[in-house]
């Protein structure tokens, strides 16, 4: 084993984050077994769904690179999609609607930084607690039940397509791209690699690593609002349990796309493949007619499986 | 005196962590219920809130030992289903009792082993494994049904001396835990290797001589039985197999364990703060059911109360 490892190709191949190979693994899949689901209108409607989720992605590994985590994105996910809904606006237009939506997630995603990077306070307690505050709020002003409909414009626009490719999956991938420029280009993403590398290292080097963190927050606090924005496009209806096993998956995706606490290896196109491999697994499982136990298994057997090999991997470096 | 006292409020300078707080917020809802409502300072009503609370105290206790190291297992509610699941299988309780504490520990015993020797996050290997039990249990009990053997049920449901049984589960589950942390070598350990993990020096523990990986996958095995012990206890209470009573158990866990003050990090936190922190979670639960508070509201508060709580705690390092 210890030889295989040391080999250079090996090595080299070991670098790639796993969600690659999943992916990889998930399309020969479904190739063999159903050839003619692999074209691009299917395919479409499949990543369409898992846009919210894949842009929530962008946000958590953002925050992961400094180290912290965020599980709030379900809480203001329900936030949002109950102002949207619930018609405590009435007559709003969409514009009113999307500052709104951003300027609930930068005052979350502040507050969770602020706690995070000046309190101090666990980043799990503080963005859990923030989560479970939200949820609370939300399903008391609606008393438990669904609130109403969504504006038709947003449903309208989630279904519109650009060269036979849906909308949202190109805002996805656009919004990577940024996220990627931000973290590769700029100073504030040569801060964030370093506050993850080593938080003391960079303090004594002169980085704001405080402003870091806290500016790490409401940047993934600001993406949830747009994956929210998305989400609510997607279902057209308000609910009351939209989007809650979202932020764990984000989690989950973002470390299968290779970035881990601190690590930031993967990039952004690890996660983002990550979060792919969440829909393809979903195509998969469906064609071949698993039902909803068997899902949870294999996702638990392939997350568990694609971290374990990319543990051995940062085992024998 | 002033000063020490002021240390316990605060939390400082010491490795158990802040347990007085909460204490002082449990101390404050009992006698606000009390001078409020007329049921809550009643015997009944008392036993009621134990036996209610007992699940989360078990399931918290074990959640604090993975904790008190460093890690945190998500996989605490699925293991509780499970063992509900199990219990109501139709076979001998002389097989199907064994039987779930030896399942618990194979599922301990994965996610110690994904974590210390794949090098995989405890967030993600315990993730996996919650997908994983869910799974199997929803395979076993599509939905809730069956009968847990008769000795479960009357392990919970009887009395002795007036006092129910419920109350005696407490005093042993705490006894043990006590005996575990504070009275043996392995519960030094625990605290070493956390101490040394949230300092950033991952192997301070292992140059002294402590295995650290052996004590940490022992750790998640000691974390899954406390599970199937508060799973044990659920199904006598239940009666039947329940595949979604231990839903969002993971996260009220970990509530009740930073509630008591122990921190995330690991290496600081206490028994007693988690028995606290596990009581006033039930306490909010009961007192607010009395003054017919909306469950809603319940949940926003309990939230809130954790924020406020943890926002008090004093720390050196950011981080998870």
């Known amino acids: ?317 | 005196m002033v000063r020490s006292v002021f240390n316990i409020l605060n939390g400082r300078n010491t490795r158990q962590g802040l347990w007085g707080l909460p204490l002082l917020v449990a101390l404050l809802i009992s006698l606000w219920l009390t001078v409020e409502t007329t049921q809550f300072a009643t015997a009944e009503n008392l036993f009621n809130l134990v036996a209610q609370a007992m699940p989360l105290i078990i399931a918290a206790i074990g959640q604090l030992v993975v904790v008190l190291i460093g890690g945190l297992d998500l996989s605490v509610g699925s293991v509780i289903s499970f063992t509900t699941a199990v219990l109501a299988l139709d076979q001998p309780a002389i097989v199907l009792i064994p039987a779930v504490f030896v399942l618990a520990a194979v599922i301990g015993l994965i996610n110690g082993l994904a974590i210390t020797r794949f090098n995989v996050h405890p967030i993600i290997a315990t993730l996996s494994t919650q997908y994983i039990v869910l799974g199997i249990t929803r395979i076993l009990r599509p939905v809730s049904g069956g009968t847990v053997p008769e000795i479960v049920i009357d392990a919970v449901s009887g009395s002795f001396l007036g006092i129910p049984y419920p109350v005696f589960w407490g005093i042993v589950v705490i006894l043990a835990a006590w005996k575990l942390l504070y009275g043996s070598r392995y519960g030094l350990h625990l605290f070493a290797i956390g101490g040394g993990i949230a300092s950033g020096a991952e192997s301070a523990a292992r140059n002294f001589g402590v295995s650290d990986r052996r004590n940490i996958i022992l750790a998640y095995v000691i974390c899954s039985c406390f599970a199937a012990v508060a799973g044990v206890f659920l199904a006598g209470r239940i009666v039947s197999g329940d595949p979604n009573v231990g839903l969002l158990f993971e996260l009220d866990t970990v509530t009740a364990v930073a509630l008591g003050g122990t921190q995330l990090s690991g290496g600081i936190g206490s028994l007693h703060g988690t028995v606290i922190g596990a009581l006033v979670m039930a306490l909010l639960a009961n007192g607010m059911n009395l003054a017919n508070v909306s469950p809603f509201v319940q949940t926003a508060i309990k939230g809130g109360i954790l924020l406020a709580v943890v926002g008090l705690q004093s720390r050196k390092k950011m981080g998870l």
């Open chain 1, 1 to 317: 084993m210890a030889a295989v490892l040391a080999n250079p190709i090996a090595r080299r191949l070991l670098r790639i984050p796993p969600s690659y190979f999943v992916f990889l693994v998930l399309l020969a899949t479904l190739w063999v077994a159903r050839p003619n689901m692999l074209n691009l209108n299917i395919m479409g409607i499949f990543v369409r769904q898992i846009v919210p989720l894949g842009i929530l992605v962008l946000g958590q590994l953002v925050v992961m690179r400094v180290k912290s985590i965020d599980l709030s994105g379900g809480g203001i996910i329900l936030l949002i999609n109950y102002f949207i809904s619930s018609g405590t606006f009435p007559g709003a237009s969409m514009p009113f609607f999307v500052v709104l939506a951003l300027g609930t997630g930068l005052v979350i995603g502040l507050f969770n930084g602020f706690m995070i990077g000046s309190r101090r306070v666990s980043a799990v307690i503080v963005t859990l607690a923030v989560s479970i505050i939200l949820v609370g709020l939300v399903q008391f002003l609606s008393s438990g039940n669904p609130p109403g409909d969504v504006p038709k414009l947003f449903n309208d626009l989630y279904n519109t397509k650009f060269l036979s490719v849906p909308t949202p999956v190109l805002f996805w991938v656009l919004l990577t791209a940024l996220v990627w420029l931000l973290l590769s280009r700029t100073v504030f993403g040569r801060y964030v690699a370093s506050v993850g590398e080593n938080a003391e290292a960079a303090h004594f080097s002169g980085v704001p690593v405080q402003r870091t963190v806290i500016l790490a927050h409401t940047l993934a606090g600001l993406i949830a609002a747009i994956a929210a924005l998305v989400q609510t496009g997607s279902i057209a209806v308000g609910s009351v349990r939209v989007g809650l096993d979202l932020p764990i998956l984000a989690v989950a995706a973002t470390i299968l796309g290779g970035v881990v606490f601190g690590r930031g290896d993967g990039g952004v196109w690890g996660p983002f493949f990550g979060a792919l491999c969440f829909a393809l697994l979903f195509v998969v499982m469906t064609v071949l007619g698993i039902d909803e136990p068997g899902k949870l298994i294999a996702q638990g057997v392939i997350i568990l499986g694609a971290a374990i090999f990319y543990g051995v991997r940062v085992r024998n470096p």
